[in-house]
């Protein structure tokens, strides 16, 4: 039972334009969801979070939107960067007290074509 | 501060054998957690350590065991291997009372069962 999708295997955008990469969640205890940033040989590394009781949450380029409704979340990174070339997990988790399991997606491979 | 690091990087097992993977924990942080990273699939929940004692587990049969020492390193132990254990074993390092965002991922083990 996958609790957190990511539909989209992959995407390809021009540098510079918009990226926004998709995830859903079946589970409505979910109230913290995170992304992480996943370059090969290396441990996935925390990019941006955001509570349930916000809606956005903004962190220079990197924006993340929370419909809880749908139960539905977007990262957008804009101006997309060669270096944001990377495979890119949303993760979900119950509290956010600092060592709860997170539910991970299956992960979205962006490519920014220069 | 030195960061979370997995020993070995690499491993290649026979089916029926068993494996030692080794994690030390980002300094100061008293809870480790392992996940499991099929090919194509997210990271997987297997287990948390918090203080040396097992602070939840997910959905992984007996076999996969753990230990966390005094200095709050870990290793994660697969009795029986099977050809779906083949996967990256990955740990991160938490400190409880802080935001999830700071788990801390090492780079991780590729574990390869033939």
């Known amino acids: 039972d996958q609790q957190v999708k990511q539909n989209s295997p992959s995407l390809s955008v021009q540098e510079g334009r918009i990226s926004i990469l998709n995830c859903d969640y079946t589970n409505s205890m979910f109230d913290y969801f995170l992304w992480y940033k996943k370059y090969p040989a290396e441990g996935p590394t925390f990019l941006i979070s955001i509570s349930s009781i916000k809606d956005k949450n903004e962190d220079g380029r990197f924006t993340v939107f929370l419909n809880k409704s749908a139960k539905h979340l977007s990262l957008h990174i804009v101006p997309s960067q060669p270096g944001d070339s990377a495979v890119y997990f949303c993760a979900a988790s119950v509290g956010d007290f600092g060592n709860e399991k997170l539910t991970f997606g299956t992960g979205t491979r962006l490519t920014i074509i220069p | 501060e030195t960061g979370v690091t997995q020993s070995p990087t690499h491993l290649i097992k026979t089916r029926g054998q068993q494996v030692t993977l080794r994690c030390s924990s980002q300094?100061?942080?008293?809870?480790v957690s392992w996940y499991q990273q099929a090919l194509g699939q997210g990271p997987q929940f297997i287990f948390q350590y918090y203080r040396e004692e097992e602070n939840g587990r997910g959905n992984f049969p007996p076999r996969f065991s753990g230990l966390q020492f005094p200095n709050y390193s870990s290793e994660l132990n697969v009795n029986a291997l099977e050809l779906d254990d083949s996967a990256l074993y990955l740990c991160a390092s938490s400190l409880p009372g802080t935001a999830t965002d700071t788990q801390y991922f090492g780079p991780g083990t590729r574990l390869t069962v033939l």
């Open positions: 300094s100061g942080h008293n809870t």
